[in-house]
């Protein structure tokens, strides 16, 4: 009994200890990893450049995009038409840029919209034990069946082939992967502790899910987010280059690719420079979303 | 392991209802009556009297309550009878016939090459990792899996077939026919299809073996006075094969999707082609058939991946 002082003291100094060693900011650490590569920055400067040029377009573009006869049909490359003009004569620069529009408009619209349905449908079906878990994950593998651009093609086609129509055909493509993933990260996480002590409180099934579980559930989603708008964006050029999607007057890159493409021999610039933007802009996703996984949680490298 | 069995295939079978639902229900959010859809597709049609019209609407059961046309309609497909095409007046399953094997020609070929193209590259990335094989190969596959496959299709057209001339710019000829011009006519098809598959894989190859490579048997491996190549073939690659091989049931999907536009590129008269063909013409028969089996065969390749998959890794089944 004498040494019972002793041993709280020793215990008081080794918690003391513990809490020693200086933090470094979650954020810092975050800046570190994240722009530890230099694929990253430069993939984080691609997007900057194209996000600037979708909200700046019609301020950076030199022409009206939708203007025929701005120049003559299918000019060269020159100065007053830096990437030529297409067969109708308008100055494929500026439809460039406006292109960009669409694809980051596509892109953010449809992916945000599958992020919430499909997390909302992942977490239900991860923390429920009654048959909503193998009922929505069936339906998740029935959607995952279908390749993702036949789907679109194929909604998009019922639907009508308008913009809003290839967004929602999209959404529809892209949904399973968050229920899965999101379906996923619930298991582990409702197995937690604080999970159980929320539960003892007396706290609801929606509190625990919104308070608890979507947090934790969130950052590697939102990896997930990253890497799946520039799917979305490969998916949109698809359906675009197919004639699905953006009407007549519109820019749409992978319409233009297609319309270039007759026109190669002559004047391979009009189809090279939309492609090249395509690519560009889904490599730069990839490379965004690939530093965010190792920024957000190490362990989680090359899972996704 | 037969539990995993039979847990797999009851899965597997709700899924298969599942997307007979699905691919049902779409074509039926079609706005209008599928009648008159149908009947807008034939001019000789037009001038139908209601009595006709109506005994049109018998003759393909469309007057029955809709899950009763569901149930006709999934025994139809059962007996393999699909409906007829609206456009090219024939049988779905003989349309299919001809152009399947096409389709899934230039998908073994591209599967193939994705798979073991991958692998090794992968492999050689992690083995010489930080080295310059893989700082050339690592960024190469982040251009692989985002490259778009049409537009790779016409940089290798004007590159190697109108500039160089040195491959045929489209086109299918069967491969009994004429063996030398259906290969050439298929190496670049075969390269816009295989690209992503190429890249995924070697990113997947490279990472599972890098965590492979830490691990304690192979240090023991090392130990032992084992060679470079036995360690890395004999106990490194088996492991980290795992992985690797659940990618080629994404790698199947993927492709298939990709073949819609690689075949409308190239001009390939397959499944992916008529799929787009029958869109622009509203031929929903067909789409509705084509998009059931492209999602069977699908399930059935996952089924067989996943069954595979617990046999070589017994801590998946108990999971």
Avoid at chain 1, 116 to 130: D, E, K, M
Avoid at chain 1, 161 to 188: E, F, K, M, Q
Avoid at chain 1, 273 to 294: C, H, K, Q, S, Y
Avoid at chain 2, 123 to 151: C, H, M, N, Q
Wanted: aromatic content about 10%; charged content about 15%; some cysteine.
């Amino acid at each position: 009994m004498s040494d019972g002082p002793a041993v709280i003291g020793k215990a008081a100094t080794v918690a003391n200890f513990q809490e020693a060693p200086p933090r470094i900011s979650e954020w810092k650490r975050f800046r570190r990893v994240f722009f530890g590569r230099g694929m990253v920055v430069v993939g984080s400067l691609i997007l900057l450049c194209v996000f600037l040029t979708a909200i700046f377009a019609p301020w950076l573009a030199p022409y009206d995009p939708y203007k025929p006869g701005v120049g003559n049909p299918l000019e060269k490359p020159s100065k007053r038409h830096l990437l030529g003009t297409d067969n109708l004569g308008r100055d494929q620069l500026s439809r460039l840029i406006f292109g960009a529009r669409t694809a980051i408009l596509v892109g953010f619209v449809s992916v945000i919209i599958a992020a919430v349905i499909g997390i909302t449908l992942g977490i239900a079906a991860g923390y429920s034990r009654g048959p909503a878990n193998p009922l929505i994950m069936r339906l998740m593998d029935a959607l995952m069946c279908f390749p993702n651009i036949l789907l679109a093609l194929v909604i998009a086609a019922i639907l009508g082939g308008s913009i809003v129509n290839v967004i929602v055909a999209l959404t529809v493509a892209l949904i399973p992967t968050y229920a899965r993933v999101a379906c996923g990260l619930t298991l582990s996480v409702r197995e937690y502790d604080y999970v159980l002590a929320s539960r003892l409180m007396g706290f609801g099934n929606f509190y625990i899910m919104f308070r608890h579980v979507l947090p934790n559930v969130f950052p590697p989603i939102m990896v997930l987010v990253t890497l799946q708008l520039g799917a979305a964006i490969l998916a949109e050029a698809g359906l675009s280059f197919l004639g699905i999607g953006i009407e007549p007057p519109g820019a749409a890159w992978g319409a233009m690719v297609s319309d270039g493409y007759q026109y190669m021999m002559s004047n391979p610039v009009l189809s090279l420079a939309p492609g090249l933007a395509i690519m560009l802009t889904g490599f730069a996703f990839n490379m965004v979303g690939d530093g965010l996984r190792d920024a957000v949680d190490p362990r989680l490298r090359g899972l996704l | 392991m037969t539990k995993y069995i039979g847990q797999r295939l009851v899965q597997a079978l709700l899924t298969l209802i599942l997307i007979t639902l699905i691919v049902f229900f779409m074509m039926r959010l079609l706005p209008g009556d599928p009648l008159l859809i149908y009947l807008g597709q034939r001019a000789e049609l037009h001038d139908m009297t209601d009595e006709a019209l109506e005994e049109l609407r018998k003759e393909f059961g469309l007057d029955k309550p809709i899950m009763v046309q569901y149930v006709n309609w999934v025994a139809g497909a059962l007996r393999l009878d699909l409906g007829t095409s609206i456009f090219y007046r024939e049988d779905v399953g003989t349309l299919m016939k001809e152009r399947f094997p096409i389709t899934l020609y230039l998908g073994c070929i591209a599967m193939a090459v994705s798979t073991t193209a991958g692998i090794l590259i992968g492999l050689l990335a992690a083995v010489r990792r930080g080295a310059w094989p893989d700082k050339i190969i690592s960024p190469l596959t982040y251009i692989g899996v985002t490259i778009p496959a049409f537009w790779l299709g016409i940089i290798l057209i004007y590159v190697f077939a109108q500039k160089l001339g040195w491959l045929p710019v489209s086109g299918f000829t069967s491969p009994f026919k004429d063996f030398v011009q259906s290969t050439r006519q298929i190496i670049l098809p075969v390269i816009c299809l295989s690209a992503f598959g190429v890249a995924s894989t070697a990113r997947q190859m490279r990472s599972s073996m890098l965590e492979v490579l830490p691990q304690d048997y192979i240090r023991t491996a090392w130990a032992k006075g084992l060679s470079e190549r036995v360690i890395i073939i004999k106990h490194a690659l088996k492991n980290s094969l795992i992985p690797v091989i659940t990618l080629i049931g994404v790698g199947f999907r993927v492709m298939i999707g990709g073949s819609v536009l690689v075949e409308t590129v190239f001009a390939i008269p397959g499944v992916g082609r008529l799929m787009v063909s029958s869109i622009f013409s509203q031929d929903y028969v067909v789409v509705q058939a084509l998009t059931l089996v492209i999602a069977v065969l699908v399930l059935l390749i996952n089924l067989v991946i996943d069954l595979f998959y617990g046999w070589l890794d017994p801590r998946i089944r108990y999971n």
